[in-house]
């Protein structure tokens, strides 16, 4: 079997891939599995920011930086990454969104049509979501 066919038909239906950064404290790989869509070289992700602290009660409220999650903090410090999806390790960068809002909801239409409407929910486009998208081959 051809290897790149196989990469692109794991990239367009696989469940899941691995995401390597590089952490931006250590220095070090950190990998993270996640779901994502693929289109026109462009892998697509999203995440959701982590749940602030109630200040309520006195505990410290966490910034911004400190809800998202540490790949995408990577992400920010060093765009270069690598996906492992099949047989295959890729490399990709980083892009930052000059659109959020368009890219987030390009994101999760890719991933509805990937997953269904039932897994992918209108809450996706809610919440402080990110849309997060790795150009792959760069």
Known sequence: MDPAWSTTRALAEADELELVTIGRVS????????????????????????????????????????RQADWV???????????????????????????????????????RQKYGAEWVGDWYLEMGRIPVKLRLGA
């Open 27 to 66: 220095g070090r790989p950190h990998s993270v599995r996640l779901r994502f869509a693929y289109a026109d070289g462009v892998v697509w992700l999203r995440t959701g920011e982590r749940p602030s602290a109630p200040d309520a009660s006195g505990v410290r409220r966490r910034a911004r930086s400190e």
């Open 73 to 111: 903090r990577n992400l920010e410090h060093d765009p270069h990454a690598r996906v492992r999806i099949a047989d295959a390790e890729l490399t990709a960068i980083y892009e930052p969104s000059a659109d959020i809002a368009g890219d987030l909801r390009r994101a999760v239409d890719l991933l």
